[in-house]
């Protein structure tokens, strides 16, 4: 997924298959299987599975914006 931001919402992910990782500009967490991680507004990030496919819970405030940093 592209590089992004959302500046008015956290967004919460819950692993349910697979493993998830998240890539922050210095640094990445793997997500696995019944990890749940918060990224908080306004930091960018991108997510790819690590392997297989992931299946994956994303939550984030109705209607919230997304910015793109690329």
Do not use: K, Q
């Not at 967490?29 to 392997?51: C, E, L, N, Q, Y």
């Amino acid at each position: 997924y592209r590089w992004h931001h959302h500046p008015d919402s956290d967004e919460t992910f819950y692993c349910v298959d697979g493993e998830l990782i998240i890539e922050f500009d210095a640094s990445e967490v793997v997500v696995r299987p019944g990890d749940f991680i918060t990224v908080p507004a306004g930091t960018s990030h991108r997510t790819r599975p690590a392997g297989d496919p992931s299946v994956n819970l994303t939550f984030e405030r109705a209607g919230a914006a997304t910015g793109f940093d690329d």
